[in-house]
């Protein structure tokens, strides 16, 4: 037996993780287009960001954010009754203080009774008036938010570098898996090359 058929799975193994990990980097780099033999190349996200941000501007715009949920969540009843307090102390504070302040002679005809009088009456009323002003504030807001350009312009002008740490960032594990894998399916194709190679002897 030809000892040096042993060597064959890890230079096959090597071969597979240095192919995943240039594949991997071709993905980032060159950063700028180059020529190489007349065939220009360039790393496949600098190449596709414009096409990768409209794609993730036009996702969080249509999918993953809803004016329609923000508007739900704006004028459920819950989220009134966690401002009431709120609401009933500054009522609290106008009436007994800055009422006597401003209007002296008024503030001397309103008791206890009527301050809470007062309190109820209005409470009840931001009660009718806060779902339909949250409402409206809702609709502008989605009239004056673009938030499909805002995402779009913010990821195509990332910078290389950036858009890089990012994704390296989120799927680190997962490139180095590639790697792996590349080594490993390399390490087993090179097995099977020496079980021919010896089959056939």
């Given at each position: 037996?030809?000892?040096?058929?042993?060597?064959?799975?890890?230079?096959?193994?090597?071969?597979?993780?240095?192919?995943?990990?240039?594949?991997?980097?071709?993905?980032?780099?060159?950063?700028?287009?180059?020529?190489?033999?007349?065939?220009?190349?360039?790393?496949?996200?600098?190449?596709?960001?414009?096409?990768?941000?409209?794609?993730?501007?036009?996702?969080?715009?249509?999918?993953?954010?809803?004016?329609?949920?923000?508007?739900a969540q704006l004028t459920a009843n819950e989220n009134l009754t966690k401002l009431t307090p709120v609401v009933e102390q500054h009522l609290d504070n106008f009436l007994r203080h800055k009422l006597s302040a401003e209007m002296p002679i008024i503030s001397a005809f309103i008791g206890e009774k009527t301050i809470q009088k007062l309190k109820a009456v209005f409470l009840e009323e931001m009660n009718l008036l806060f779902p339909d002003l949250m409402k409206k504030y809702a609709q502008h807001l989605e009239e004056d938010l673009d938030l499909e350009r805002i995402v779009t312009e913010k990821v195509s002008n990332f910078s290389s570098e950036k858009l890089e740490g990012l994704l390296y960032q989120i799927m680190s594990k997962e490139f180095r898996f590639v790697e792996i894998i590349g080594a490993v399916l390399g390490f087993l194709i090179g097995l099977l090359q020496i079980g021919i190679t010896l089959l056939t002897q």
């Open positions: 037996m030809n000892y040096w058929l042993l060597l064959i799975p890890f230079i096959s193994g090597f071969i597979g993780y240095i192919t995943n990990l240039v594949a991997i980097k071709m993905l980032f780099h060159p950063k700028n287009p180059v020529n190489i033999l007349g065939i220009k190349v360039q790393g496949i996200f600098p190449k596709r960001q414009q096409q990768f941000a409209e794609k993730l501007g036009k996702l969080v715009g249509q999918e993953l954010l809803s004016f329609a949920e923000i508007e």
